[in-house]
């Protein structure tokens, strides 16, 4: 699924108590002991992403032979 900020209520802390919800809910409720994110590599458009998810704790991984990178969070 994708799930995005709108573009007027970026900048006030939502995408970290969205993510930290989403996690949540993967892991307590869904019973799941790692989460796996995929972000656009193009750093025009996926650099506001990756920033987040780095400051979670995230860290990156090689998806696929192909390049695709995603990111790993406990």
Known sequence: SNVLIMLECRGRGYSKIL???CEALAKVDMGF???YLHVDADLRS???AQR???GLGYEP???DENGVYG???E
Do not use: I, S
Request: glycine share 12%; aromatic share 22%; charged share 30%.
């Open 52 to 54: 987040l998810y780095e």
């Open 71 to 73: 990111w790993m969070g």
């Open 19 to 21: 993510m930290e919800t």
């Open 61 to 63: 991984f090689m998806w």
């Open 33 to 35: 002991d790692e989460v």
């Open 46 to 48: 996926g650099r506001v």
